[in-house]
């Protein structure tokens, strides 16, 4: 499977478990995103380095960062903008 970030090959360590979608990438950590944030975001897509670094200041709890729709500014209309 691929990372919901940034596109890279990535591990699914959960999916459609009470509406989230755990990953874990090596680029971008382990974090999971809700289903409902997916749905919505169309042709968008998240602008990987803010969320990397969102990711990154939100690991270290024992959990997975959770993505929900409250974090939609981390979410770019500019696909060609967000290549690794």
């Not at 709890?61 to 696909?79: D, K, N």
């Amino acid at each position: 499977m691929s990372c919901l970030i940034c596109g890279a090959g990535a591990q699914v360590l959960q999916t459609g478990v009470a509406d989230w979608e755990e990953r874990e990438c090596a680029q971008c950590g382990r974090y999971k995103v809700a289903q409902t944030l997916l749905s919505t975001m169309g042709d968008m897509v998240f602008d990987v380095d803010k969320t990397r670094q969102w990711i990154a200041s939100n690991s270290g709890t024992g959990q997975a960062p959770r993505l929900s729709p409250l974090y939609a500014c981390l979410v770019s209309a500019e696909p060609d903008a967000n290549e690794t």
